[in-house]
């Protein structure tokens, strides 16, 4: 069987996730972090000690919906209100999340994954998955 290429590895996604776990400790405010590649397929997750169950899955989705869209989360808000252009967008592809907290990771302007992060504020969860991006291996 040939070899076959990751858009992103494991030790790649683990420094991710790393990073995004070092400053939710830094914060204070324990997280749910989720890794995937440019499927949107986990390569690495954590649930950190007393981080809601809830947002287990939540983080998750943030990073799927980040590659699905090749965007922030966050960049989808206002664009999924009533009225707005992709209002319903929410209910698609099995449940996408459309506020902050799910950043694409991409490496010479190409996509290789997203990470999404859930459990705090909204703008603690864009901080810790801005952490995670900027962690990335070239």
């Known amino acids: 069987?040939?070899?076959?290429?990751?858009?992103?590895?494991?030790?790649?996604?683990?420094?991710?996730?790393?990073?995004?776990?070092?400053e939710a400790d830094a914060i204070g405010q324990p997280m749910?972090?989720?890794?995937v590649d440019d499927g949107g397929h986990l390569v690495a997750f954590a649930r950190m000690d007393g981080a809601i169950k809830a947002s287990i899955d939540?983080?998750?989705?943030?990073?799927v919906t980040s590659v699905l869209m090749a965007a922030p989360t966050g960049?989808?808000?206002?664009?999924?209100?009533?009225?707005?252009?992709?209002?319903?967008?929410?209910?698609?592809?099995?449940?996408?999340v459309t506020f902050g907290g799910g950043i694409p990771l991409t490496r010479d302007g190409v996509l290789v994954g997203a990470v999404g992060v859930s459990a705090g504020s909204v703008a603690q969860?864009?901080?810790v998955a801005e952490a995670a991006v900027a962690a990335l291996p070239a």
Request: aromatic share 2%.
């Open 58 to 63: 939540i983080s998750t989705r943030k990073a």
């Open 1 to 22: 069987m040939p070899a076959m290429s990751a858009s992103l590895t494991h030790a790649a996604a683990r420094a991710v996730l790393d990073a995004g776990i070092a």
């Open 32 to 35: 749910n972090i989720a890794v």
């Open 125 to 127: 969860d864009v901080q």
């Open 75 to 96: 960049a989808l808000t206002p664009l999924v209100q009533p009225g707005a252009e992709l209002f319903g967008l929410g209910a698609s592809s099995g449940g996408l």
